[in-house]
């Protein structure tokens, strides 16, 4: 079962990501990247990271992209121009080389811890839950939390200062 | 349907979401490359970061401790961070250029 | 019986009591809101109108499905497929009542109890956003598109005060599972007051409960907030914007973007009812409070049968006593012992959650709407820091008297 649910959901990570690369349109490309997010999310599922999963959905699928998809429809983007030259040999070798370096790299990254060692099941996990991140993050992280709210006060900031009206 | 290979029988082995997240970061890569509309360039760095979020989950799993889920959760802080200002960027560069193509913002150019 | 085919079985009851109960709250609703504004609202279909829904349904199913020329075919018709699909994944973590045994299966009246339930329902309402996002864009006119952006702007900017408000209470229960939170309200203190959120003492020296008050309101307001009725409703009222996100959208596709508030709004009561309104608890202990249901149903019952006998309209002849003879019937049912511990708590959950629905459709007829700057300014400067406020004073007296 845990096979399967991960070969599903891999396969459609890398789907998504493939077609996020390729679409023109800017609309399609974040419709996909949450598509990625939203089998990713599982995946963190299947790791028993139950907390980062939810996190993953509520704070990148639900926040963060809709940000992308609200300034994506404000400015209107729209299809990307088709390239002005495009030669016959990029795009006949192109496609198959990708395929064959991705499966390459995939492979060499698989072959290089052995297997025998750590098996995914969801019963096996041992720490993920929310109790086990709140515990870490306000214990042994206490000193990161605090600079990271600090870093979005920051943020927030810039991001107010950069978008307002210029003052006459 | 033929039965699983023995070394799949009992799980998923962890070398397969590392080198998932391997080959979505190279994805991530080729999109940031190739891609020419600002908004999807910056949505291929959110696919890299997503990407380095599930190796450090996968890591996390395999030593049984819960800090990989804790850098994976300030990963996330800060690409929110970054997602909020890097958009506000980009809405400036719009107001002052009217263009999202990122051949057309070379005025600095020789 | 094994696990997969138990879930399948609830899986199947609770959706139809769902749908149903997603129909009948717009008969509600219509009737309600006409009542407040003193007339009669639907009564002609069946008796008082109760078939209204069905015939509803079937003429949003047989009106002609247009999709126009001019829209993005795949979002257009994807968009009412999100909203719906999130909507209906709350419902799936929401606890009825406690563990009961039926034909000697032991089970929970819950679909699946996830340790995460709540955040499940927060991501769901994230996710949703989406729906209405994409009905505005793929619209492909002005007024929906400002319709959509507006709506999921408004949306975004409730969630973060709802989702404050909503761990208030989770910092007292120490659980993020729905189930585990309702456990942990159970008990009367003095005797009679009952532990629920709003009232919660527990093993402190003083009701910290008094402080989810506030707690209790934001989340009230966010709710309204998040589901996009009024007085939030600017993005798809009919008189500012053309109604707004759906204005392409004809027959089943619009009946599917008001399924999905509706169910919105149920999964946002129930939220509530579970984290400060005790669930299924009923208000004072157990052996006098069985006799509640029972009691208002009967009481129902013998009021339609009085009314039967001394009829005014000539359809009030036949309609009345039979509703008084099915609310007798219910009566008895809560009395009897297999299905006690099934219906009892089920009627508390439901009236509580019955309770905060009138009070959604309550304010739908009696407030004026927001105008959007208002409305967001309202989100950020008000509702936020509050939100913030109360969550730092509820954890200070968690960490001094819990």
Redesign the interface.
């Known amino acids: 079962m845990?096979?399967i649910l991960?070969a599903i959901f891999?396969f459609l990570?890398?789907a998504c990501?493939?077609i996020?690369?390729a679409q023109k349109h800017?609309?399609s490309?974040?419709?996909s990247?949450?598509g990625?997010?939203g089998s990713?999310a599982i995946?963190?599922l299947?790791?028993?990271?139950?907390?980062?999963a939810?996190?993953?959905?509520?704070?990148?699928?639900?926040?963060?992209m809709?940000?992308?998809?609200?300034?994506?429809?404000?400015?209107n983007?729209g299809e990307?121009?088709k390239p002005s030259h495009q030669s016959l040999i990029a795009r006949l070798l192109g496609a198959p080389l990708?395929v064959v370096?991705?499966g390459a790299?995939?492979?060499i990254?698989?072959?290089?811890?052995p297997?025998?060692?750590?098996?995914?099941?969801f019963a096996?996990?041992?720490?993920?839950?929310?109790e086990?991140?709140g515990m870490?993050?306000f214990t042994?992280?206490l000193l990161?939390f605090e600079i990271?709210s600090v870093?979005?006060l920051?943020?927030?900031l810039?991001?107010v200062v950069?978008?307002r009206k210029e003052m006459e | 349907m033929p039965p699983l290979p023995q070394e799949l029988i009992n799980g998923v082995p962890i070398n397969a979401y590392l080198g998932l997240s391997a080959v979505l970061f190279t994805l991530g890569v080729a999109g940031f490359l190739f891609r020419k509309n600002l908004i999807t360039v910056f949505m291929c760095i959110e696919l890299m970061l997503n990407a380095v979020n599930l190796s450090f989950v996968a890591f996390s799993y395999k030593h049984g401790k819960v800090d990989g889920h804790l850098f994976t959760f300030f990963v996330m802080v800060v690409a929110a961070a970054e997602a909020a200002v890097g958009l506000a960027i980009i809405l400036t560069v719009f107001k002052n250029r009217q263009t999202l193509l990122v051949d057309e913002v070379d005025s600095l150019k020789l | 019986m094994n696990f997969f085919l138990l879930s399948l079985l609830k899986l199947g009851l609770v959706a139809f009591v769902f749908l149903t109960a997603l129909a009948y709250l717009q008969w509600i609703e219509r009737k309600v809101i006409a009542h407040v504004q003193v007339r009669v609202g639907p009564n002609r279909v069946g008796p008082h109108g109760l078939l209204q829904p069905l015939v509803d349904t079937v003429k949003l199913l047989t009106k002609e499905d247009l999709v126009p020329s001019h829209v993005n075919k795949f979002y257009y018709l994807g968009a009412p497929i999100i909203a719906v699909s999130m909507a209906l994944i709350g419902i799936a973590v929401i606890p009825f009542g406690p563990k009961i045994e039926v034909f000697g299966i032991e089970t929970y009246m819950q679909l699946t109890d996830l340790n995460i339930g709540v955040l499940v329902i927060l991501a769901a309402s994230g996710i949703g956003v989406y729906g209405v996002a994409l009905a505005g864009w793929s619209s492909n006119n002005k007024y929906a598109l400002l319709g959509g952006l507006r709506a999921s702007a408004q949306m975004i900017s409730y969630e973060l005060p709802l989702a404050l408000a909503v761990a208030a209470p989770l910092l007292i229960y120490n659980t993020l599972s729905l189930r585990q939170a309702v456990e942990a309200q159970q008990g009367y203190w003095l005797g009679f007051i009952p532990n629920w959120g709003i009232f919660y003492k527990g093993a402190s020296a003083f009701p910290i409960g008094i402080f989810l008050f506030i707690a209790f309101v934001l989340f009230l307001i966010c709710a309204f907030a998040e589901t996009n009725r009024i007085p939030f409703d600017l993005p798809e009222a009919e008189n500012e914007l053309v109604a707004g996100f759906h204005v392409e959208y004809s027959s089943m596709k619009f009946a599917a973007f008001f399924m999905a508030e509706y169910a919105n709004m149920v999964n946002i009561c129930a939220l509530g009812t579970h984290l400060f309104l005790g669930g299924w608890l009923p208000p004072f202990p157990a052996p006098y409070s069985d006799f509640v249901p029972p009691a208002i149903f009967a009481l129902g019952g013998v009021m339609c049968l009085y009314h039967g006998l001394n009829y005014i309209r000539a359809r009030d002849k036949y309609t009345l006593p039979v509703f008084g003879v099915i609310f007798l019937g219910i009566a008895a049912l809560h009395l009897a012992p297999p299905l006690k511990p099934i219906l009892i708590p089920l009627f508390w959950f439901l009236s509580k959650t019955g309770f905060l629905l009138f009070a959604y459709i309550w304010v739908r007829a009696t407030l004026p709407r927001f105008r959007y700057d208002q409305l967001m300014h309202f989100a950020w400067g008000w509702m936020f820091p509050v939100s913030v406020g109360n969550l730092f004073v509820i954890g200070a007296l968690v960490a001094a008297f819990l």
């Not at chain 1, 299947?46 to 980062?52: K, Q, S």
């Not at chain 1, 990254?109 to 811890?113: E, K, L, Q």
């Not at chain 1, 096996?124 to 929310?130: D, I, T, W």
Request: proline share 3%; glycine share 6%.
């Open positions: 845990d096979v991960f891999a990570s890398v990501a493939v996020m690369i800017p609309v490309s974040a419709l990247l949450i990625v997010m990713l995946l963190y299947l790791l028993g990271a139950t907390f980062i939810a996190a993953q959905l509520i704070v990148y699928a639900g926040a963060i809709v940000l992308f998809l609200i300034v994506i429809m404000l400015l983007a990307e121009p990708i370096f991705l790299l995939g492979f990254i698989y072959i290089s811890i297997t025998e060692e750590t098996k995914v099941t096996a996990a041992k720490a993920g839950s929310a086990d991140v870490a993050l042994r992280y990161p990271t870093l979005v920051i943020a927030i810039g991001a950069l978008a």
